[in-house]
């Protein structure tokens, strides 16, 4: 992190505003100081990860890291057996695949675009990240309702968070959890995905 940014500091400088927006926002006693320099911007970014906040600012500094790894060649992202297929098979029959994830869509399209399985890019339809709002709140699911010209009534939402779940659920969406090792409690009953196969 610390030499990313030493190296990038200018050409990463957006990404170092959205981390001086997220430290003005701070409200932790324990949040270390800010000054706009490469090792504060670092030390802030990696505290953010040890309190494994989804904050927009490190979303954003994570997603320029994983750029560079990707253009290297250094990166490669890994996928369960099941998704690329299921995927594919989706967009084949004309759903509208999208992704809402803690993670930049900067990240998301990179992650995506770099998969053991291929670029499978050309079969998502929209990425959203936090910038839509967190993925807790039920006016998020909203938003993206919205934004792609649909009711939420008319979205399914798979994830493996409960909350995010509840949320999803409050605004009107259809929901699944997704189960891959041990399930987590879920109270509301939701109906579980193991895996793609019959999703």
């Not at 190296?7 to 981390?19: G, Q």
């Not at 807790?136 to 979205?155: H, R, T």
């Not at 041990?182 to 999703?199: S, T």
């Amino acid at each position: 992190m610390q030499g990313f940014i030493s190296e990038n500091f200018e050409t990463v400088s957006a990404s170092i505003d959205l981390l001086e927006a997220d430290h003005a926002q701070e409200k932790e006693e324990n949040v270390p100081a800010w000054e706009r320099s490469p090792s504060t911007a670092a030390r802030y970014a990696l505290w953010l990860m040890d309190q494994d906040r989804k904050a927009t600012g490190l979303k954003s500094l994570q997603g320029l890291i994983w750029k560079a790894g990707y253009a290297s060649g250094e990166l490669k992202a890994t996928l369960y057996d099941d998704v690329e297929p299921a995927i594919r098979r989706w967009h084949g029959s004309s759903k509208r695949v999208c992704i809402y994830s803690s993670g930049s869509v900067l990240a998301q399209k990179l992650l995506f675009a770099h998969t053991v399985a291929g670029d499978l890019t050309g079969q998502l339809e929209n990425y959203f990240d936090t910038t839509t709002g967190p993925k807790q709140a039920a006016e998020s699911y909203s938003k993206i309702a919205e934004a792609l010209n649909v009711s939420c009534g008319e979205v399914f939402f798979l994830s493996d968070s409960v909350p995010e779940l509840d949320a999803a659920s409050e605004a009107g969406c259809s929901v699944g959890l997704a189960v891959r090792d041990e399930p987590p409690e879920n109270p509301n009953a939701y109906p579980i995905y193991k895996d793609f196969v019959d999703l």
